[in-house]
């Protein structure tokens, strides 16, 4: 199968989960997500994570984004024991059952911020951020490839210039320029968000290793709460 191809039936993903934690439970859901986000990061093709915590006391819903270079590396996660076994600790903290979307394409170029229901921003902040991005890299491209490029035939320059910046442009630069712009992009949004790292509430060599065998949520949950105590 051509890359083109690949890359059409395999796409980078853009994952948005909305959760409403119960306001009693924040503590316990926030070393949930430091155990979610350190096993997600350990599956291959995982490219970072952003968590928003509530903007007011009147919404009490964190907002995880999370990308993934190809939609099957999604699914091994999906399907993993690992995502259960933490899915499984948040049930109880949460009011109701997560919401999740799974975007694909371009427009995950625009996800940083989340919302339960994905608006992005105007149309011209996309362009103007886009542009920043592209002019930059196309002319860094451009003179890098020069002398192998020189001979080439105009079409096959594009191509060549193109087949490097689109890849580019998805997996690292995008991701930097929407976090860069975020403020601007998303203003009702700016509200602390929990970075890619997200602040080490306990080390991460201090969760369980190996997970251990579910028992209930109940009792996962003090089990966690147990490593920092």
């Not at 600790?89 to 996800?111: C, D, K, M, R, Y």
């Not at 886009?130 to 192998?148: E, G, H, N, R, Y």
Request: proline share 10%; net charge negative.
């Amino acid at each position: 199968m051509s890359q083109p191809q690949s890359l059409f039936n395999d796409p980078t993903v853009t994952v948005v989960i909305s959760r409403r934690v119960k306001p009693e439970c924040k503590a316990e859901f926030e070393l949930f997500l430091l155990g979610i986000t350190t096993a997600c990061e350990k599956f291959h093709g995982h490219l970072g994570s952003t968590i928003f915590p509530p903007v007011n006391s009147d919404d009490p819903e964190y907002r995880i984004i999370f990308k993934f270079d190809r939609l099957s590396n999604l699914r091994n996660w999906e399907a993993s024991p690992e995502r259960k076994f933490w899915f499984d600790i948040a049930e109880p903290l949460t009011v109701s059952p997560p919401n999740i979307q799974v975007l694909t394409g371009l427009e995950t170029w625009f996800t940083l911020a989340g919302n339960t229901s994905i608006t992005p921003p105007p149309r011209y902040k996309m362009t103007v951020v886009t542009w920043l991005a592209v002019f930059p890299l196309i002319t860094f491209i451009s003179l890098i490839l020069k002398q192998q490029l020189l001979n080439l035939p105009l079409v096959f320059r594009v191509a060549v210039i193109t087949a490097i910046a689109v890849p580019t442009m998805t997996y690292l630069i995008m991701p930097q320029m929407t976090k860069l712009f975020s403020g601007w992009l998303y203003p009702s949004l700016v509200a602390s968000p929990i970075t890619d790292t997200p602040k080490k509430i306990i080390e991460s060599s201090e969760l369980p290793q190996p997970l251990p065998e579910l028992n209930s949520p109940e009792e996962n949950t003090e089990l966690i709460v147990s490593q920092i105590l």
